[in-house]
């Protein structure tokens, strides 16, 4: 009998006991939001929830083992050979406010209540093309002002152990986006008759890999850390929401994703990447369409599981909007598309893709007809349950962002879907509880190391590297 397997298991079963265990003392405080199907176990109660919270720093789960980059193992993000489950948000605005004095200070508090509620990674714009404050003002010609605000913007993310998902150009008009190129392309004398011309004219891709290598390439003047060498980046991401409507096959944007992606990566093989698309189903899997929100869905040219199949790409991509999918209109209905929309993606990622899934934008707009924010906190809620049930098994849940967070004063900015954390505190702390309960999960494999593979360094037969079965936490 091999005991030490034994003892193996006994540390994992004690490690999922004091999971249980810090899980409801968690909750158990009258002023945290619970969420539905909680644990009541009364004989677990203590009064000395401080006592045991703390308790866990000393054993080691707290600590900070380094800024490294994030990496991917198989469906799950990795940090120092630990899981790295996501809890974050996006400020897309962040570069234009650190451009001008004034308003720079701004950064920073958005990154201060963000580490305050235990957000670990923001995603925002590394483009703005021929706007106002553009950094990228006509093609390959930039504003040193504006590129030195993305150092802070960097430099000032790292202080606070919040890492960022970049993303390198819109769809959309906001901040140039696919639009400005083609602009750009006319004014050159180029014969250019649709937006969606940006995917295949060899010209405005052109442009569009000569922004790329500019920002992967550039040297913070703050830090003097090359972008493309910088454990704070995250990811980087093709493109904020490509459609391709001109094409509803999905082939123009299929080869437009599968010439960049091998771009980015040949510029810059270390970080993560992936391509920004709200995971509409397409033409590819049928048998999945029935997941869209309607069925204009499945005609913009994007493709879900083949866009995610794309030597490069090593993450999915999905946002959840049903208030501007489905219906204006708050309703029951809402929540039960975001369970399935969820899950199905989880599933995907899982099953058919074998990567992590990140819902990289989620929110309610206050301007919605019978808005309330009851009902945002049950739209949080239900996000971040579908993840942590997910998380759970070390499931290709990977993690969410919440679109968006925004500090004080900020209000002339808000597209209705602003979260404010000092005027929601309701909001403030969902968001905290499921930032602790991801902390957690992610250094149980730090727990497992103290009280099991030090003592007994199981190795993988012919590979000497450490088992650490992170499925059985």
Not at 256 to 264: F, I, P, S, T
């Amino acid at each position: 009998m091999d005991y030490s397997q034994i003892d193996i298991t006994c540390g994992t079963l004690l490690l999922q006991l004091l999971f249980i265990l810090f899980m409801y003392l968690d909750t158990s405080n009258a002023d945290s939001p619970k969420m539905e199907d909680e644990m009541n176990i009364p004989w677990l109660h203590s009064s000395n929830n401080n006592d045991f919270y703390f308790g866990l720093r000393n054993f080691g789960v707290m600590e900070d083992e380094g800024w490294t980059m994030v990496q991917k193992h198989g469906n799950q993000f990795m940090v120092n050979g630990q899981p790295f489950y996501v809890n974050g948000f996006n400020t897309y605005w962040l570069m234009v406010f650190a451009a001008d004095q004034s308003t720079r200070a701004k950064v920073t508090e958005v990154f201060q209540q963000a580490s305050s509620v235990g957000l670990t990674v923001c995603r925002t714009w590394a483009f703005n093309d021929g706007q106002w404050r553009a950094l990228q003002k006509s093609p390959a010609v930039y504003d040193e002002q504006v590129f030195q605000a993305l150092d802070f913007v960097i430099s000032e993310a790292k202080k606070f152990k919040i890492r960022l998902i970049l993303s390198l150009v819109n769809n959309w008009e906001a901040y140039g986006g696919k639009s400005q190129y083609v602009k750009w392309g006319k004014a050159a004398g180029l014969n250019l008759t649709s937006d969606d011309d940006f995917f295949s004219h060899p010209t405005l891709k052109g442009y569009y890999k000569a922004h790329v290598k500019m920002v992967l390439d550039r040297v913070n003047t703050v830090n003097n850390v090359t972008y493309k060498d910088d454990p704070t980046i995250f990811a980087w991401e093709l493109m904020n929401e490509p459609r391709c409507e001109s094409d509803p096959s999905g082939n123009k944007l299929q080869a437009w994703l599968e010439e960049m992606a091998v771009y980015v990566k040949s510029i810059d093989p270390k970080h993560l990447l992936e391509i920004g698309v709200e995971g509409f189903y397409g033409p590819s899997t049928l048998n999945r369409v029935q997941f869209n929100p309607n069925t204009y869905a499945q005609q913009v040219g994007t493709d879900f599981i083949r866009n995610h199949q794309i030597l490069g790409v090593d993450f999915a991509s999905v946002h959840i909007y049903p208030d501007s999918w489905i219906s204006q209109s708050i309703s029951d209905a809402h929540i039960d598309f975001t369970k399935a929309w969820m899950q199905s993606h989880i599933d995907d990622a899982e099953n058919f893709l074998g990567m992590p899934v990140v819902f990289g934008e989620f929110g309610v707009s206050a301007k919605d007809p019978g808005y309330n924010s009851t009902y945002r906190d049950t739209f949080l809620n239900t996000v971040y349950k579908t993840l942590l049930n997910s998380t759970k098994m070390g499931g290709g849940g990977g993690g969410s962002l919440l679109w968006q967070l925004f500090p004080e004063g900020t209000d002339y900015m808000d597209d209705g879907y602003a979260v404010v954390l000092s005027k929601s505190p309701s909001t403030s702390d969902i968001v905290s509880l499921q930032s602790r309960r991801l902390k957690t999960f992610n250094s149980l494999c730090s727990w497992r190391c103290h009280w099991g593979c030090k003592k007994h360094h199981h190795r993988h037969p012919g590979t000497g590297s450490t088992l650490l079965y992170h499925d059985e936490l």
